[in-house]
């Protein structure tokens, strides 16, 4: 194997025989790693949500990984660590971190919108500038957080962590025939045998930020946004800005120094609000 590159792309081959009918899903976990934003998967339970991220962080070395079940019952200290007793004794306030979110290289939040108001807002620091208030600030080592819902939030304060995840993607059943047979029929498990290093990774992102972006990729994106507004769809600027991320990240699994306007189609698992809204969004994204 000759680069982190030739890995990457393995390591995707792998999964995709591994899991039926989420090739898009495992193209984005791997966009979401090296661009270095936040994903989320929605759709209903028993849709391989989880294995498809443990498929991927059980196999780079070196991370700190971390999952969680939130439900409105979800302590701060089950998420972010319990109070140090000796600060308590110096009246001071500050949790032990040690194997909670702060210390995550990477994270898993099942029903990640049925945490309570105290530990979102502190998640919501946590996925936007990557640190943790502990009495001092806490920098956090923190690449991706997948978040998983069976529904969308509802509640308006709700919104801002739903826009932290730039990706998104809508989940369903299996529909194939033959991917429905193979699939409760078992049989013999496709090894996935690739592994990465936690530095391999940071060597992929640092390849990604040099991705060059030509001007008629840029005019492209504001084509699509003015026909997305059109629409009554308004990604906002921030969305764009990070997008761009996941436009270099795409480019760069295709082996290219440059980006394309193909590497806009990621845009289709973006810009997106609502999930009636992903058609009209692809339809725009593939004329443009």
């Known amino acids: 194997m000759n680069s982190v590159h030739d890995k990457f792309v393995l390591l995707e081959q792998e999964m995709n025989g591994y899991f039926f009918e989420r090739r898009e899903e495992i193209r984005g976990i791997l966009l979401a790693t090296l661009s270095r934003v936040h994903i989320l998967f929605l759709g209903p339970k028993g849709t391989a949500k989880s294995q498809l991220v443990r498929a991927f962080w059980n196999r780079v070395q070196g991370v700190n990984y971390w999952e969680r079940l939130f439900t409105k019952f979800t302590k701060d200290t089950e998420v972010f660590g319990p109070p140090s007793l000796p600060a308590l004794k110096e009246e001071v306030y500050r949790v032990v971190t040690k194997g909670k979110l702060p210390e995550a290289h990477a994270a898993f939040v099942d029903e990640t919108f049925k945490g309570n108001s105290s530990i979102l807002n502190s998640l919501l620091t946590v996925m936007e500038e990557r640190l943790f208030h502990n009495d001092v600030t806490q920098k956090v080592p923190l690449e991706v957080l997948v978040g998983a819902s069976n529904e969308l939030p509802q509640e308006d304060e709700l919104a801002a962590l739903y826009d932290r995840f730039i990706l998104r ?115 725009i994204v593939l004329d443009v």
Do not use: C
């Not at 049989?187 to 530095?199: F, M, W, Y």
């Open 169 to 283: 993607y809508n989940l369903d059943y299996i529909h194939e025939p033959e991917s429905f047979i193979q699939m409760i029929l078992g049989g013999e498990t496709p090894a996935i045998t690739v592994g990465l290093s936690l530095e391999e990774i940071h060597k992929a992102q640092n390849e990604v930020t040099l991705v060059e972006v030509p001007r008629v990729v840029a005019e492209a994106a504001y084509m699509i946004r003015n026909q997305l507004f059109s629409e009554g769809i308004l990604p906002s600027d921030r969305r764009m800005k990070r997008a761009l991320r996941v436009v270099r990240a795409h480019a760069w699994l295709g082996g290219r120094s440059m980006a394309s306007t193909e590497d806009l189609s990621v845009l289709a698992n973006i810009l997106w609000d609502l999930p009636q809204t992903r058609s009209k969004v692809l339809g």
